[in-house]
């Protein structure tokens, strides 16, 4: 049998999904299976609309061998795992001749683990276990939760949280899961033959393609032990999240509860000498933590040294002592004694990493604003140590041995993919060398035209923002473009503050606007209810900026009150910045730029979804229009049509938001017919 082309089975899958085929998305396929077949790495810009799953999920089942799916969002997880993969496998299969099975991976603590709703949670203050459905009242909301999650228990044959449908709170679910330090171990555990996280693990060994999640990938890449299946194929899709992700997981910290929380743990399980040194130097911990200033630590001082010192050395006493110590009296010993090892490791190695002083880290001090009275008064300090550059470890770990696809709506910054390629650990694109991974970057496009979809409005009038200066004129300016645009608006403010007063402002202002503030309901509720009524806003910050998808009416502005560059004693990006400058380069653009040009391309990415969808993406900072590096921050934007004229913005957002209605009241007087004609 002669085997099928691409062509023939992108077309085949395209129409078991009841879509188009979209000239991109070839152009896509064709690239992906070009870096399949060669061994190489890609990096591919898909646009909205392109239909990128398909992209690479037809060439890689083309191809044969494992492939590891790593995505950002829960939602393209669900999307690929429950439509598009199911769909696609019943399309090829008349075609490759074999149905490719596909898992969904995660990391342990998402899965309900049945030792702990079995038998119990560990307790701080006392020996053993309690029963975590009989301390909490029935009638609370924690209570309600437990009851449902054990019921839910008998029916799920996966144990997945997000298969718990409404979810639950994160406390309520830390009371059935465990890390995988806390894990007893298959071998160990009465439920190892029944454990959902040990079978999802099962399936995705036996799987041809497994989807994953960014975390995971960081994890199996930075912690040696591997926890994904050996792979040849690895394609990491929402790609411009990778960097951000890789930095979360390798990311340090220690506050002064999760100590104290180490030495309860391990009080009752070790000697008395052992238990002493641990709380002193907890203590000592906890002191400096008070005293401390905010910011980044370039040289740890010398009595915060000790402190951690002391702490490292107390909990490698406290270590080797519980393993070498037994307590019949303690119920479930092994699951006590485990929790507590994980709460004294995790501290150890924090404060072990810190004192040891890698010029590769970066250390800094935070504290947050106080959560209640004076029992909480210390309980959002924390000491926090990142790497200072995760690109050296993902050239290392992600791109040998297999062939890797990075794929994005936005990765071409500035009008290449240089800037994320070095973010990657990727020299610039056709650099030669032994030791260099090879890659290409290709742009597929997207089946919209910009040009004649969307304007990108920057408000050069504005005055310059000043940091957490008052900005009236920009307040003035988003009310008149929201009275224009008929509510229709998408707020992204660059801080928290920020979306907070402008919500308070305008709802003062313009009480007709109905002005949704991101926290104060679920994100899901929120975008349910923006997009139910067309005169709504929605207001957040960083966080909302990607993820939101409200195709149609709802959403015809999207508004940014200005760049979002970073902030300047953000210790992270401000010691990259620096470490950029003594290497001879340009900071500013390799780092803030970079990071701004990203979030905005994201930004602006809200506004136009679908073929029919028409708007503004208007920022309220004259910089984009007047600084240098405005225009590689407009070069890394979606191609919309670019003014600065306010007249003629206002003049657009009041024509869009007539024909809107126009077709909402055709849409609601069809609908009036329909019920009508029902009645009679």
């Known amino acids: ?227 994904l299946p050996q792979h040849e194929v690895l394609i990491v899709d929402e790609a411009h999240e990778l960097v951000s992700r890789v930095t979360g997981v390798a990311t340090g910290e220690l506050t002064p509860g999760q100590v104290n929380r180490a030495v309860r743990r391990a009080a009752k399980l070790v000697n008395e000498k052992a238990a002493d040194q641990l709380q002193t130097a907890a203590e000592g911990f906890e002191r400096l933590m008070e005293l401390a200033l905010p910011g980044r630590l370039e040289e740890i001082p010398e009595d915060l040294g000790y402190a951690l010192m002391a702490l490292r050395d107390a909990c490698r006493t406290v270590i080797s002592a519980i393993g070498s110590t037994r307590d019949k009296s303690v119920q479930d010993e092994d699951a006590v004694r485990k929790q507590a090892l994980a709460s004294v490791e995790s501290v150890h190695d924090v404060a072990e990493r810190i004192t040891n002083g890698s010029e590769w880290d970066v250390v800094w001090y935070e504290r947050h604003e106080p959560r209640g009275g004076s029992a909480y008064r210390y309980s959002g300090a924390s000491l926090r140590v990142a790497p200072m550059s995760v690109s050296g470890l993902l050239r290392e770990k992600l791109f040998t041995d297999r062939s890797v696809v990075l794929t994005s709506a936005t990765l071409k910054l500035g009008g290449d993919f240089n800037g994320v390629g070095a973010s990657l650990g990727l020299a610039p694109e056709g650099t030669e060398g032994d030791d260099v991974p090879q890659w290409k970057g290709v742009d597929v496009g997207s089946p919209f035209d910009y040009r004649k979809q969307g304007i990108l409005y920057v408000a050069k009038h504005l005055a310059r923002p000043a940091r957490d200066g008052d900005r009236g004129d920009m307040l003035d300016e988003l009310t008149e473009l929201i009275q224009a645009a008929g509510g229709r608006t998408l707020g992204l403010f ?160 009041a024509a869009i938001d007539a024909k809107a209605k126009q077709t909402e009241d055709a849409a609601a007087g069809q609908g009036e017919g329909a019920e009508q004609t029902q009645g009679d």
Request: proline share 5%; charged share 25%; net charge negative.
């Open 494 to 653: 660059s801080s928290m503050r920020a979306a907070q007063l402008a919500a308070e402002e305008l709802r003062s202002r313009i009480p007709e606007y109905p002005i949704l503030l991101q926290g104060e309901e679920t994100l899901g509720e929120l975008i349910k209810n923006f997009a139910a009524d067309p005169r709504t806003c929605l207001f957040g910050t960083l966080s909302l900026w990607q993820g939101v998808d409200v195709p149609g009416s709802s959403c015809q502005l999207v508004v940014m009150d200005k760049i979002p560059f970073p902030r300047p004693d953000d210790p992270l990006m401000s010691a990259r910045q620096k470490a950029v400058e003594e290497a001879g380069g340009n900071g500013f653009m390799a780092v803030a730029a970079t990071h701004a040009a990203l979030l905005m391309a994201q930004g602006a990415g809200r506004l136009v979804r679908a073929s029919g969808d028409r708007g503004v993406v208007a920022v309220l900072d004259q910089r984009l229009a007047t600084a240098r590096y405005g225009s590689y921050l407009k070069a890394s934007l979606p191609d919309f049509w670019f003014t600065t004229d306010r007249n003629q913005v206002r003049k657009s957002l």
């Open 1 to 227: 049998m002669t085997k099928p082309s691409l062509p023939e089975l992108l077309h085949a899958a395209v129409t078991a999904v009841g879509g188009t085929e979209r000239p991109g998305q070839v152009t896509m396929a064709e690239a992906v299976e070009e870096a399949i077949d060669g061994g190489s790495h890609l990096l591919v810009q898909a646009g909205t609309g392109t239909g990128k799953s398909l992209g690479y999920l037809v060439p890689a089942l083309a191809h044969g061998e494992r492939v590891v799916v790593a995505t950002a969002t829960l939602a393209l997880q669900r999307q690929l795992v429950e439509r598009d993969l199911p769909r696609t496998v019943d399309a090829l299969h008349p075609q490759l001749r074999r149905r490719p099975e596909f898992a969904m991976l995660k990391g342990r603590s998402n899965y309900l683990c049945l030792h702990r709703l079995h038998e119990g949670v560990p307790q701080d203050e006392e020996e053993g276990l309690f029963d975590q459905f009989e301390a909490a009242a029935p009638t609370s909301r924690l209570g309600q939760d437990l009851l449902r999650m054990r019921d839910w228990a008998d029916e799920t044959e996966t144990g997945d949280r997000d298969d718990l449908t409404p979810g639950v709170s994160d406390r309520a679910w830390s009371q059935v899961s465990v890390s995988s330090r806390e894990c007893l171990g298959a071998s160990k555990c009465a439920y190892g033959a029944e454990c959902f996280a040990e079978t999802a693990r099962e399936r995705a060994k036996l799987a041809e393609v497994v989807v994953t999640n960014h975390a995971l990938l960081a994890i199996d890449a930075i912690e040696g032990a591997p926890v």
